[in-house]
């Protein structure tokens, strides 16, 4: 029904053709990666298929392919985590509760590019990547790999969250968030513990590195919009040292040699 007062999440108002296919795709395509989890035990090919997806990325002369591969590599790190959250809880009600949040990802998320919504971006991809990594109990075996995997996804969180700032180091600073990360979850490896969630084992790693990420990323926003003060500073720290320690508190850790 068309509203001529209202505005969906284009620009042009009203509820159109346009709009209708767009939610129409988004919402099948999750659809479809949950079938392929959840009823047909496709996972490998759910994953395949986000990656086509992306199609367009290389649909261009080869000289652009890497600048287009890092600019939608939040996206595709999204996608296979989704994936492989929704095969890792397919036991519970919480996988369907993955297909839902990946089609908000898709319709209201993704979409956006004001600097919250680019915060959010690179929050979510960076939490749900590494809390697809340590909730793969067969992956956590190979530290290498693990390892590998949390700094590309560390690493493409911190590209796209400074991307939304004039910052003319943000290659180096990306390069530092995601070696901060490489670096904690190396000492994780050998110190796990994990919080059960509706049968999705989150690893208390995933929590700390997002402590942290909000922690910096907040007073980052704020020294480049002129707002740091030196209460800011001291509450944001405050914060997060508290948050750690009950953290750490509430943690039962058992050392993995």
Known sequence: MLQAKKSFWGKRPGFDTGDL?????????????????????????????????????LAVQPRFWVTNIKANLVD??????????????????????????YAIWLLFIKPRSSALWISIQAITAQTLGITMLFGSTELVKHAVLVCALSWVVSWAAARHYFSNYDEPHYRALSLL?????????????????????????????????????????????????????????????????????ALLISSGWSPIL
């Open 21 to 57: 296919l767009h939610f129409g795709v988004n919402v099948g395509f999750s659809l479809v990666l949950g079938a392929m989890v959840l009823i047909w035990q496709l996972t490998p090919l759910a994953i395949v298929l986000v990656l086509l997806s992306k199609w367009r990325t």
């Open 177 to 245: 968030w995601s070696f901060i990360t490489l670096q904690t979850v190396w000492f994780a490896l050998h110190w796990v513990q994990y919080f059960s969630v509706g049968g999705l084992l989150i690893a208390s790693v995933t929590i700390f590195i997002t402590i942290i990420s909000l922690t910096l990323g907040s007073l980052y926003h704020a020294y480049k919009n002129d707002k740091l003060t030196r209460n800011l500073v001291i509450e944001n720290t405050l914060l997060s040292v508290i948050s750690v320690a």
């Open 76 to 101: 595709v790190v999204v996608g296979v985590s989704s994936v492989g959250l929704m095969h890792q809880s397919k036991e519970s009600t919480v996988a369907y509760a993955w297909i839902g949040l």
